[in-house]
T-cell receptor, first 119, second 110 residues
Framework: GAVVSQHPSWVICKSGTSVKIECRSLDFQATTMFWYRQFPKQSLMLMATSNEGSKATYEQGVEKDKFLINHASLTLSTLTVTSAHPEDSSFYICSARAVMAGGPQETQYFGPGTRLLVL | GQNIDQPTEMTATEGAIVQINCTYQTSGFNGLFWYQQHAGEAPTFLSYNVLDGLEEKGRFSSFLSRSKGYSYLLLKELQMKDSASYLC???????????FGDGTTLTVKP
């Protein structure tokens, strides 16, 4: 099946620093990637939709200047948490939209997630 | 807004069958996903339904009724490793983004 990687898998940083998280589709091209955040025992909350070559679309309540998204190629999207604070500590997960020949009509493949802890 | 409802918790016995229901009221509909998520891990894809009916895939089956705004995930021959959270998600027409339910935590007991 399709593989999506995320790097780093976990990061601890000091308050006020910026953290970049990479999401890569390893064996397919993803014109659309999604960034989610998940707090403990809660469901996934969509933060933004990342489209290759265009600006990301942010969900209501998500600060675009704080969560910078760049979708530079068909296989890479990055999320940068700027000036991170303890309340930004969470599990960040990306997914890549794929339409596979011979497979399900459409699906989303999730990366393994990045755990961010801001001290 | 979007509204997706699924039970918070379910418990079942190893070897049994369990059905996890999901009802939805959304502003649009492209399809419905089911994902499995083990604690501390990212979700993994189980199924995607677009048309009404039952789709079977091994021990897991997923059913959709678009007219009723209803889906279920059926797990047969339960194994201990099936203990996880099961997420129902509706894919919206706009840009293909999905909105997720809160998930159903399934506990399989010996």
């Amino acid at each position: 099946g399709a593989v999506v990687s995320q790097h780093p898998s976990w990061v601890i940083c000091k308050s006020g620093t910026s953290v970049k998280i990479e999401c890569r589709s390893l064996d397919f091209q993803a014109t659309t990637m999604f960034w989610y955040r998940q707090f403990p025992k809660q469901s996934l909350m969509l933060m933004a939709t990342s489209n290759e070559g265009s600006k990301a679309t942010y969900e209501q309540g998500v600060e675009k200047d704080k969560f910078l998204i760049n979708h530079a190629s068909l296989t890479l999207s990055t999320l940068t948490v700027t000036s991170a604070h303890p309340e930004d500590s969470s599990f960040y997960i990306c997914s890549a939209r794929a339409v596979m020949a011979g497979g399900p009509q459409e699906t989303q493949y999730f990366g393994p997630g990045t755990r961010l802890l801001v001290l | 807004g979007q509204n997706i409802d699924q039970p918070t918790e379910m418990t079942a016995t190893e070897g049994a069958i369990v059905q996890i229901n999901c009802t939805y009221q959304t502003s649009g509909f492209n399809g419905l996903f089911w994902y499995q998520q083990h604690a501390g891990e990212a979700p993994t894809f189980l199924s995607y339904n677009v048309l009404d009916g039952l789709e079977e895939k091994g021990r897991f089956s997923s059913f959709l009724s678009r007219s009723k705004g209803y889906s279920y995930l059926l797990l047969k021959e339960l194994q201990m490793k099936d203990s996880a959270s099961y997420l129902c998600a509706v894919q919206l027409p706009n840009a293909g983004k999905s909105t997720f339910g809160d998930g159903t935590t399934l506990t399989v007991k010996p």
